[in-house]
């Protein structure tokens, strides 16, 4: 079973500062893509914030570029936020996204994978 774990979120002025936290555990065999999505109002699609892929590229959502940076530690299995210059609009539940090779009937399968989400909210 693989889980994503996140930490990190809660409430913030605008113009604040906060982090993300995700740490990937369980039994897999390596890791792809790793990231952040985001939903603002229930019923959204989850948008991208911030995409780490296998070949260490980084992907950005338009909204947050040059406010937002993405960190992944292969070794540790982990993937950080840092979210400056924070907006109202940024509030939403974010979610760590892991697409993941794990072991199916002996077998490589590539799959994704999502944590429960935490909330940002930043006040105006």
Known sequence: QVLLEESGGGLVQTGGSLSLSCT???SFLSINNLGWFRRQEPGQQREVVAIYTGGNYTVYGDDVKGRFTIFRDHTKNTVDLQM???KPEDTAVYYCYGNIFV???GRPSRDDYWGPG???TVSS
Request: charged share 10%.
């Open 84 to 86: 400056n210059s924070l």
């Open 118 to 120: 935490t909330q940002v």
């Open 103 to 105: 072991s199916r009937l």
């Open 24 to 26: 990937v555990t369980g």
